[in-house]
């Protein structure tokens, strides 16, 4: 290991800088116009589940022994501030954006506007809207008489100064949530070629004494809030109660968490905003954040396109797999050899197809598959459940910790043991992240097995918008390896011996560490030695210096890392060996992919699992081996164009975070398109 101490990046900071990232993309002309706002709400949605979680974190380290905390952050409170100020200058840059966008929609004759800027005409739309869809969804809160946990994290609401004309002394504050639920942007009648939208808060403040006359207040002021609450769940350990049970108290309990945000309309006064503070019991060690801007900005990534199509991406259509034609059985063509799916450049349905094919084929017997985040209306629980229907055995392991999705996934457990699926429960201590679906299939009076091992969800919704891969096959030793996961599962974490795949958090670290301890002795040989390394984030601190190690002894590496990375490329002496860079684009990079020279007899690895601590330690991840070589060299040729990309990839560096890997060439090279562009040629 390197002597010199290694220099990292606190794992915040990087986060944040890669939100920054997703706000450059809000910032750029040639991203289209709608787009860009989607994009300062993808920012505003991460930075809510930063602060909910993140900076929740760091908030509890502060009442905890320095020594009990030092290996997570050993100045919790610097950490703070240090958040506390690149936000500040973030939220700087967004409102500069904002207003420029503003400005390019009044261009499109696309006009936001707010309560006091309303025509008669639109006055009297938006008083029919109220009387006939809102009014009935609103329930005021006086806030002298209510308490603290009723106001519910990623809800926005209005405060409301209720007045009586010359006599202050029967002023009232109440509280409105406002019910996004409708929709947040209402679409006015056009005015000729200008089209207007009003959002919902708008609305309501325009007919609060449609609420509050009958009360005798005739004036009102309303200033938007937003309250955000500790999302980390306390588990309770109660042997005697099941874990859904379990689970849903303490999703209840998430209600009543500590506050550590507060944003508020700048222009609130001092009483209310002291009185508002002391009812939601926010102190000074929470945020307090002063905004001119629309609260819960995450609603903003289904800001409507009223004008023309080119305001918006053009959506690509998923495109076949070369290797599995139209009305040919899937499980056939797996039987011929491997194939590997990369989504949304081809199509999701193919799983989906796989599925149902597996459902009503006679000869399947047992469908086995993890499942951690489920599309709202899902497609692939259907077809589990229609297996079922259809006498087939089908196990789920459902992750019901899967954050922010637990109440989803205790609904969906629920349904699918009511049809016959059988549900293996958590196991305690551990998240099951892994991507894995095995189907056994009775043939020639023996058991074949095929499968599916990913890089993400089994989502039809989000396999739109992340870059994921998912390898299909009936390779014998990795079949066999799926099905020692799921039986691992069955014995309460029994460990099995796995041929070829990695599994954590039993040697994952171990195994890659040797992988590099491998490109290490070639290059000390004098040997051609690299590695390219495709990442969400990079965090573990016994991997970041093996990297460096292997960079000091000659070893390239190439790290495509989207979010977090607290290795610090190019230290003279440490890193010089390492180039890093980051993609943000439109799809969202979420594969996991691993390449090492191993002499000139390349290896390959697919995985669910970053490079942090948790994956490795604190939860069943699975890497998986590419030994079909032509699916190798697909793999190969997906990273190369990542590295060329000259439009949307940025740098990686302590010193000028984000900078653009621009060249003063001419070709530009973007490798999202590039990629879509391959798969197309290779129909052909």
Excluded at 289 to 302: C, E
């Amino acid at each position: 290991m390197p002597k010199t101490p290694i220099h990292t990046l606190n794992r915040e900071t990087s986060w944040l800088h890669f939100n920054a990232r997703v706000l450059q993309e809000a910032a750029d002309n040639s991203v289209p116009l709608i787009e860009r706002i989607k994009f300062l709400g993808i920012y505003s949605n991460n930075l809510d589940e930063f602060y909910r979680v993140r900076v929740a974190t760091i908030n509890r380290m502060l009442g905890v022994n320095k020594k009990m905390v030092a290996d997570i952050d050993p100045n919790p409170k610097k950490t703070l501030k240090e958040i506390s100020k690149i936000t500040a200058d973030q939220q700087k840059e967004f409102s500069r954006i904002f207003k420029v966008l503003l400005k390019e929609l009044e261009k499109e004759n696309i006009f936001i506007i707010n309560d006091k800027e309303l025509s008669p005409a639109h006055g009297q739309f938006v008083r029919q809207y109220f009387r006939e869809h809102l009014r009935s969804q609103l329930f005021p809160m006086m806030m002298n008489t209510i308490k603290s946990s009723v106001l519910k994290d990623k809800s926005i609401y209005l405060t409301v100064h209720l007045q009586v004309k010359h006599k202050p002394a029967l002023g009232r504050y109440a509280i409105i949530k406002v019910p996004v639920a409708l929709g947040r942007f209402i679409i006015l009648p056009s005015e000729g070629d200008k089209k207007f939208i009003i959002l919902l808060e708008d609305v309501i403040h325009y007919c609060l004494e449609d609420i509050f006359s009958i009360f005798g207040f005739d004036t009102f002021q309303s200033y938007i809030i937003k309250f955000t609450r500790d999302a980390e769940l306390d588990i309770d350990n109660d042997i005697s109660k099941s874990f859904v049970e379990i689970m849903t108290e303490s999703l209840k309990k998430r209600s009543f968490a500590p506050p550590v945000r507060l944003i508020y309309d700048k222009e609130m006064p001092i009483p209310l905003l002291n009185a508002l503070a002391e009812k939601l019991k926010v102190t000074e060690r929470d945020t307090l954040v002063q905004s001119n801007l629309y609260q819960n900005f995450k609603d903003f990534m289904n800001f409507p396109n009223v004008g023309i199509p080119s305001l918006e991406y053009q959506k690509s259509q998923p495109l076949e797999h070369p290797r599995l034609p139209m009305n040919y059985s899937i499980l056939s063509k797996i039987r011929e050899g491997d194939i590997m799916l990369h989504y949304p450049y081809q199509s999701f349905n193919y799983l989906i197809d796989l599925l149902r094919e597996a459902s009503i084929d006679p000869q399947v017997r047992a469908i086995k598959m993890t499942l951690y985040r489920v599309a709202s209306d899902s497609s692939v629980v259907n077809a589990l459940i229609n297996a079922a229907r259809n006498g087939k055995e089908v196990t789920v392991f459902l992750e019901l910790q899967a954050r922010f999705d637990e109440e989803a996934n205790i609904y969906w457990s629920e349904k699918m043991q009511e049809e016959g699926v059988r549900i293996i429960q958590t196991i305690t201590g551990y998240k099951v992240h892994c991507k894995l679906l095995l189907i056994r299939r009775r043939e020639q009076d023996k058991n074949v097995y095929y499968a599916s091992i990913g890089t993400g969800n089994y989502n039809e919704i989000s396999a739109r918008v992340y870059a994921d891969s998912s390898l299909f096959t009936a390779d014998k030793q990795i079949v066999t390896d799926v099905n020692n996961v799921f039986h691992m599962f069955d014995s309460k974490y029994n460990t099995p011996r796995f041929k070829q795949l990695v599994v954590a958090p039993f040697h994952m670290r171990n195994f890659f560490i040797k992988m590099l301890n491998e490109e290490i002795k070639y290059a000390k040989a004098g040997k051609k030695a690299w590695t390219i390394l495709k990442l969400n984030n990079l965090v573990d601190v016994k991997i970041v210096k093996k990297l460096c190690e292997a960079s000091q002894a000659g070893v390239k590496i190439q790290l495509i890392i989207r979010g977090i990375c607290v290795l610090v490329p190019g230290v003279q002496g440490q890193s010089e060996n390492i180039e890093a860079i980051s993609i943000v684009d439109k799809f969202l990079e979420h594969s996991r992919v691993f390449v090492f020279c191993n002499g000139g007899n390349e290896k390959y690895f697919i995985s669910s699992a970053d490079w942090m601590i948790r994956n490795f330690d604190h939860r069943i991840e699975v890497a998986c081996p590419i030994n079909n070589r032509e699916i190798q060299r697909e793999l190969l040729t997906m990273l190369q164009i990542q590295l060329k990309d000259n439009t949307k990839s940025r740098i990686i560096s302590n010193i000028q975070p984000n900078q653009y890997l621009h060249d003063n060439g001419t070709l530009r090279i973007r490798s999202q398109e590039e990629t879509y562009r391959y798969f197309k040629n290779k129909l052909f």
